[in-house]
């Protein structure tokens, strides 16, 4: 069964610092992996989706990276904002429906 | 745009009454759909799949139960809670197992 691991469970930094979450797979049979948000009490908000066969993505001030052979992926945020706070989720796909979450890490940004 | 709703948004139920939560995609047509539990601490997990009407998948095996009367809507039921039952709903969508998961808002289901 595949097991997905984000280190560290939670993290501050100071306003404007880059920083980059962590997120570890135990099978690299893995069809895609994506990124979430979540804000409290809210639903999941999508940020980034790497297909096995791309090595990373960005979006704005995010960027994504993903390498199968380590069993890695690391989400970079740069020039970090009050308005990043949040739980940042990952999630490993082997295809066929079957998706693996991590249990998260929450980021607070210090103004 | 698609627009995926839930609702009720919270919900408190006593042990062994029943629960029907709903949640309707908008904006796509055969979606592929999800429904899943948050506990506190803990990661999401994956209930039930449903490639169509009618096309249920089960990954965990629980007192609850989903159907998927129509093409966008997707029903979580249980005929009796259990205090374990407690947590976050959330359903989510795709066009294809391959692609991107798009998440609602999430029902706060508490059982007392």
């Known amino acids: 069964k595949q097991e997905v691991t984000q280190i560290p469970a939670a993290l501050s930094v100071p306003e404007g610092e880059n920083l980059v979450l962590n997120c570890s797979f135990t099978d690299s049979a893995i069809y895609n992996l994506q990124w979430f948000r979540q804000d409290p009490g809210k639903g999941l908000t999508s940020l980034l989706l790497?297909?096995?066969?791309?090595r990373e993505q960005t979006s704005g001030r995010l960027n994504a990276s993903l390498d199968k052979s380590s069993g890695r992926s690391t989400l970079y945020i740069a020039a970090s904002q009050p308005g990043d706070s949040a739980t940042y989720l990952c999630?490993?796909?082997?295809?066929?429906?079957?998706?693996?979450f991590g249990t998260g890490t929450s980021l607070t940004v210090i103004p | 745009s698609q627009t995926i709703h839930q609702w009720p948004a919270t919900l408190v139920q006593p042990v062994g009454s029943p629960l029907s939560l709903e949640c309707t995609v908008e904006?796509?047509?055969?979606?592929?759909l999800y429904w899943y539990r948050q506990a506190a601490g803990r990661g999401l997990q994956l209930l039930f799949y449903?490639?169509?009407?009618?096309?249920i998948s089960s990954e965990v095996p629980q007192n609850l139960s989903a159907s998927r009367p129509q093409d966008r809507q997707f029903i979580l039921s249980s005929k009796k809670l259990l205090l374990s039952d407690s947590g976050f709903y959330l359903c989510a969508w795709n066009v294809d197992w391959a692609y991107e998961q798009y998440f609602g808002p999430g029902t706060r289901l508490t059982v007392t």
């Open positions: 449903s490639i169509g009407i009618d096309q």
């Open positions: 904006g796509t047509s055969n979606p592929n």
């Open positions: 790497i297909q096995s066969s791309q």
């Open positions: 999630a490993a796909s082997r295809g066929g429906n079957q998706f693996y």
